[in-house]
């Protein structure tokens, strides 16, 4: 099987396993597929996140709002003033700093389960799954969400409000802008990128790294259209530390071999005002002490 590691930034990537005879087609539906899912994921956990600890969203039109803030429908036409409102909070009340959740969160066991299959998501879409050499596939991640859904299904057996970010993350029906919008890839709008050129479709992986199947590329992906992916560096960031770390300490060692020599100059045979002198005579230093 040959190793893709799948790069997106320095920091940001991910291994995939596949044979050399596989068609690039297929590869690269795959690992768009791949992408997509972990940048879902990454997504979807940090809602549930939120969910555990302050509960189900508020209205839409009271996001950002305190209770103490009157809405619209506190207003009296009649008498020109409000009503204050009284909100009744449950046992494990939890204020959100952001406004946007109602602050009831579930109880400290109920939290747990969604904490708990959230993790479980986050450690498959980690960098450390590539630092233990661990590829991935689409169907694991699509397990992973399928247990986040249950969870949140347990916990909230009634269903969450349609507006939740977790139960519209869930459904498909987030609505993504900026930046994040950006991340998303299409199969059929995606190139795939090995040695700085463009995986064609129609050919195979190893027409492009060989038919040795336990070889290990560096891929990228790309939107079509879009300049090639920036080449790998020369040397990795860990060995440009450790290479900054060297000159750093040779640096000091010259620097400190400096200051013994303006100290210890004097001791040495070229600093001698009568090495010339001895140099003719053939006589060299003579050291005498009184018996």
Not at 172 to 186: K, M, N, Q, W
Not at 212 to 241: C, F, H, W
């Amino acid at each position: 099987m040959v190793l893709l590691q799948v790069k997106r930034s320095e920091k940001e990537s991910f291994l995939y396993e596949v044979p050399a005879a596989t068609e690039i087609e297929e590869v690269r539906r795959e690992l768009v597929k791949i992408h997509n899912l972990r940048f879902k994921t990454n997504r979807l956990t940090a809602a549930v996140e939120q969910l555990a600890l302050y509960g189900p969203m508020k209205l839409p039109e009271q996001q950002g709002l305190d209770d103490e803030t009157p809405l619209l429908e506190d207003y009296d036409v009649t008498t020109g003033t409000t009503q204050k409102r009284t909100v009744q909070h449950g046992a494990n009340y939890r204020q959100d700093p952001t406004e946007k959740r109602t602050g009831g969160a579930p109880s400290d066991e109920l939290a747990s389960v969604l904490n708990r299959t959230a993790e479980d998501a986050k450690a498959l879409v980690s960098q450390r799954m590539v630092e233990m050499k661990k590829p991935i596939t689409s169907k694991v991640l699509e397990d992973a969400l399928n247990n986040i859904r249950g969870a949140v299904m347990i916990v909230y057996p009634m269903g969450l409000p349609d507006y939740d970010d977790v139960r519209r993350i869930l459904e498909e029906r987030e609505e993504l802008d900026g930046a994040s919008a950006l991340e998303v890839l299409e199969p059929n709008k995606a190139s795939l990128w090995f040695f700085s050129k463009e995986a064609m479709d129609g050919k195979l992986l190893s027409d492009y790294v060989g038919k040795n199947d336990k070889t290990k590329v560096i891929a990228k992906l790309q939107k079509k259209g879009a300049s090639a992916p920036m080449r790998e560096p020369v040397v990795s960031e860990d060995e440009q530390k450790a290479m900054v770390a060297f000159y750093h300490k040779k640096q000091q060692e010259m620097e400190k071999l400096s200051l013994e020599d303006e100290d210890n100059y004097m001791h040495s045979q070229w600093a001698n005002p009568k090495a010339l002198k001895n140099a003719f005579t053939g006589v060299g230093d003579v050291s005498w002490k009184a018996r």
